[in-house]
Nanobody, 120 residues
Framework: QVQLVESGGGLVQAGGSLRLSCAAS??????MGWFRRAPGKQRELVAA????????NYVDSVKGRVTISRDNAKNAVYLQMSSLKPEDTAVYYC???????????????WGQGTQVTVSS
């Protein structure tokens, strides 16, 4: 069983930056994704990265502002966010999953989430 622990969330002003981290309890050999759930909205995939880190994809609303990366030696995945907007406010979760035909599919392991709040 894999345990995922997110960190790095917080309160930031619009235009600011945050770096979220996801630490896994064991070796991560799968693709990984960052999701978010805003109040009153459905969970959405923000970004995903392949097991090697060579392939990434992003939701259109964060393209150019967010970068997903991973360090397999440290069993960690990161989400660097900049030019944050109030609409980025949400709880952010990391997840293990798989890619199939270029689409990321979430798996069974989720972290507890980290709150990101962007003030205007």
């Amino acid at each position: 069983q894999v345990q995922l622990v997110e960190s790095g969330g917080g309160l930031v002003q619009a235009g600011g930056s945050l770096r979220l981290s996801c630490a896994a309890s064991g070796r991560i050999i799968s693709a990984m994704g960052w999701f978010r759930r805003a109040p009153g909205k459905q969970r959405e995939l923000v970004a995903a990265i392949s097991s090697s880190g060579g392939y990434t994809n992003y939701v259109d609303s964060v393209k150019g502002r967010v970068t997903i990366s991973r360090d397999n030696a440290k069993n960690a995945v990161y989400l660097q966010m900049s030019s944050l907007k109030p609409e980025d406010t949400a709880v952010y979760y990391c997840n293990t999953g798989t890619y199939y035909s270029g689409t990321y599919y979430s798996g069974v392991y989720w972290g507890q989430g980290t709150q990101v709040t962007v003030s205007s």
